[in-house]
């Protein structure tokens, strides 16, 4: 059974960091891009930031470059998102997501993958 399990949410304030960890499990991802998506109350999914299999390419939604860096270690099927200079517009659920078939690229869409996190809840107070 495949799983994407999220951790490293919580509360900061305005203009912290944190990381966030997913931790892939059932399969090995090795061979997959990752990505990160945030849902906040009211909105939808959006696109946050993807990464390839080797973890030499990346990609960034508008709202996050210069501020967020994802980051991958294939050895413990683990993705990363960094997040500095937090805004209290981040504050959304994030999830990791994983796509069943294997590609060299980055992933930025929703229906791209197929594999979901249950989330992580990330608040920024101002």
């Known amino acids: 059974q495949v799983q994407l399990v999220e951790s490293g949410g919580g509360l900061v304030q305005a203009g912290g960091s944190l990381r966030l960890s997913c931790v892939a499990s059932g399969r090995t991802f090795s061979s997959v891009g990752m990505g990160w998506f945030r849902q906040a109350p009211g909105k939808e999914r959006e696109f946050v930031a993807g990464?390839?299999?080797?973890?030499?390419?990346?990609y960034y939604g508008d709202s996050v470059k210069g501020r967020f860096t994802i980051s991958r270690d294939n050895a413990k099927n683990t993705v990363y998102l960094q997040m500095n200079s937090l805004k209290p517009e981040d504050t959304a659920v994030y999830y990791c997501?994983?796509?069943?078939?294997?590609?060299?690229?980055?992933?930025?869409?929703?229906?791209?993958?197929?594999?979901w996190g249950q989330g992580t809840q990330v608040t920024v107070s101002s």
């Open positions: 990464i390839n299999w080797s973890g030499g390419l990346t």
């Open positions: 997501a994983a796509p069943i078939k294997p590609g060299p690229g980055v992933i930025g869409t929703y229906d791209g993958y197929d594999y």
